[in-house]
């Protein structure tokens, strides 16, 4: 029908968008291509190598739903049963000052071509509440690494914990995400350029360099991406 239609829907590369789907998949994805940042994860009643406090999540969710923190086995074993075709279990890295989420916008070559890290505080219900600007060192580095791998087109949001010195990454989301708010506070002419960006299939970087350079001048939170 669409094909028909002529029209064409805005979306990331579809095995990216499946992978993200299942979230042991995903980890599974990680774990093949010996990504470092990978946080331990398993859907085996067995405990083995995992100490308490974990975490048990669910594989298929969204906003932090239905994510159980496990301080004793007796706590455990409530949950034991639906380990493997509902849940995982996680170890626990990092803590709620190191979380960062970055929104990042790729071409069709999954190129980055720009993009915003929020230290962030999250809500009750597991959405972005509080959010300042930062450009901690080594994010772009992984942002790269993550994009080698699952070849992400358009916007795309990474969130990232910081754990013993090192990067964790905690998921990606294949869209426009609930901080991409902040950026269209901050950079109002983000959002719509990046739509622009997507349906046209045009490089813009330069500019974003002259718009950009006119807002923010002094300021080095905002990433251009130019080769």
């Not at 901690?136 to 914990?161: C, H, S, W, Y």
């Not at 901050?186 to 006119?214: E, G, K, M, T």
Request: glycine share 4%.
């Amino acid at each position: 029908v669409l094909d028909k239609t002529g029209t064409f829907v805005l979306l990331n590369n579809k095995e990216l968008i499946r992978l993200c789907m299942d979230k042991w998949k995903f980890y599974q994805k990680l774990v093949e291509n010996n990504y470092k940042g990978a946080i331990k994860t398993s859907i085996s009643p067995n405990l083995n190598g995992f100490n308490f406090p974990i975490l048990l999540k669910p594989r298929c969710s969204t906003g932090s739903k239905g994510i159980v923190k496990i301080e004793t086995a007796e706590e455990f074993d409530k949950y034991k049963h639906s380990i493997g075709n509902h849940l995982m279990v996680q170890e626990i890295v990092g803590n709620n000052d190191e979380e960062y989420t970055s929104s990042a916008f790729f071409n069709e070559n999954s190129e980055l071509l720009a993009y915003m890290c929020l230290k962030r505080k999250l809500s009750k219900q597991g959405f972005t509440e509080i959010a300042q600007v930062e450009n901690p060192t080594g994010l772009l580095d992984e942002m790269l690494k993550l994009a080698a791998i699952f070849k992400p087109v358009g916007p795309t949001n990474f969130q990232f914990r910081k754990h013993n010195g090192n990067w964790k990454l905690l998921e990606i989301n294949p869209r426009i995400s609930s901080s991409s708010s902040y950026n269209l506070i901050i950079f109002p002419f983000i959002v719509p350029f990046r739509i622009s960006l997507y349906i046209f299939a045009i490089s813009i970087a330069c500019l974003f360099s002259i718009i950009a350079s006119s807002i923010i001048s002094s300021s080095s939170s905002y990433n251009l991406i130019i080769d």
